[in-house]
């Protein structure tokens, strides 16, 4: 039988067992949003994971949604992510980069004054932003004509190309949450006229056009791809989200990705559905399920042949040695949320392992 333990092939990379660790903002990044020491010891300590996918890092500058998030658009920051990656793979892990455009959840205070970008110009509503100021709203997005969609394109190639000099095993592409290219995909939030907008195909375009430039750089098979075709965080809705997910599903196999990342859910429970079917019907590639997954679960579901793997977030954010845990059923550490965000070691690099 198929099991969380069993080596799993994601393309070009060979993997020992299928429990991940999803992307988590942890805003450890320098001022210069450089990657520091204390990231890379942070995610050594969970080498052990089938893969690693590291945070929402920046594309380009000028694109900070969280302040002291990571970028991977200048010599410092590509310097930076080296200490963790060779920290990685002695460790004997591997690790992809989760490379991203914060689109509207973007704000001036964090930018230089630079007002956000979307496809249409709506705000995101009924949350703040933490700037240095302290929490302040979203403010309204500049709308991105049509011919400074190509400059996003190379971006987001460029990025990929640092990754490689930084030593990351691939690339995923961050296509969920309600930053840029989800802001595109999604009919709630991408308004627009013309060839990005409209038609699911029109509102794909952008995210094919990165997703075939990233691949240009690594060869498809080390590029993953993250949706969230159910999640209203950031303000994200889509008139009819089941039959995006299976169109996207379906289309995505002409890429030949290393794997497709699916957020299951919604945060907020405002749409809810099975996406989990029909992507797992359309899309055959490499599948990946995330959000709330239990150990028991995440083995029934590999078990079935339902998913490929599964990526755990806040479990592994606390469980250093999570697959070890899960492996001989051991109790499971606490997340500290008061610390998920906040500078320093705390909550972050000193949650204990089965050994210590």
């Known amino acids: 039988m198929t099991t969380l333990f069993s080596p799993l ?10 429990i991940f660790m999803a992307p988590l903002t942890r805003c450890r990044a320098d001022a210069e949003h450089v990657p520091t020491a204390l990231m890379a010891e942070y995610y050594a ?4 994971a089938g893969l690693i996918i590291a945070e929402a890092t920046m594309a380009m500058a000028g694109n900070s949604a969280f302040w002291m998030e990571p970028g991977i658009h200048s010599p410092a920051q590509v310097a930076g992510w080296k200490l963790t ?24 205070l964090l930018n230089g004054g630079i007002q956000p970008v979307a496809p249409s110009a709506i705000a995101i509503t009924g949350d703040q932003v933490q700037t240095p100021e302290g929490k302040k709203p979203y403010v309204l997005p500049r709308e991105l004509r049509d011919d400074e969609l190509p400059a996003i394109v190379a971006g987001f190639k460029k990025a990929a190309e640092n990754a490689q000099a930084a030593g990351f095993d ?14 595109f995909l999604r009919d709630g939030a991408n308004k627009r006229l013309g060839p990005y907008g409209g038609s699911v195909e029109n509102r794909a375009r952008l995210l094919f056009e990165v997703i075939a430039a990233v691949s240009e750089v690594w060869g498809s098979d080390r ?33 030949k990705l290393a794997y497709l990342h699916l957020m299951r859910s919604d945060f907020f429970q405002q749409q809810r559905g099975d996406v989990v079917t029909p992507v797992r019907t359309n899309y055959k590639g490499v599948l990946i399920g995330n959000m709330g997954f ?19 977030g806040t479990s592994f ?21 008061a610390s998920f965000y906040s500078p320093g070691a705390e909550g972050y690099t000193d949650y204990p392992t089965l050994k210590a």
């Not at 995923?172 to 840029?180: I, M, P, S, T």
């Not at 150990?295 to 755990?312: H, I, R």
Request: net charge neutral; glycine share 10%.
């Open 9 to 18: 092939q994601l393309g070009a990379t060979t993997v020992p067992n299928r």
């Open 45 to 48: 300590q969970r080498a052990s």
């Open 85 to 108: 990656t060779d920290a990685v793979h002695a460790a004997g892990g591997r690790i992809f980069l989760q490379i991203w455009h914060g689109g509207r959840a973007c704000h001036p």
């Open 170 to 183: 691939g690339v995923e592409v961050h296509g969920a949450n309600g930053y840029l290219l989800d802001e």
């Open 223 to 255: 590029v993953g791809l993250r949706i969230s075709p159910l999640n209203s965080y950031n303000s994200m809705l889509d008139s009819d989200p089941i039959a995006l997910a299976s169109w996207l599903a379906g289309r995505l196999n002409d890429f």
């Open 294 to 312: 239990t150990p028991d679960e995440a083995q029934s579901a590999v078990a079935a042949g339902k998913l490929d793997a599964v990526a755990f």
């Open 317 to 337: 954010l606390a469980n250093p040695d999570l697959p070890a845990r899960i492996k001989i059923g051991a109790a499971l550490n606490k997340p500290k949320p």
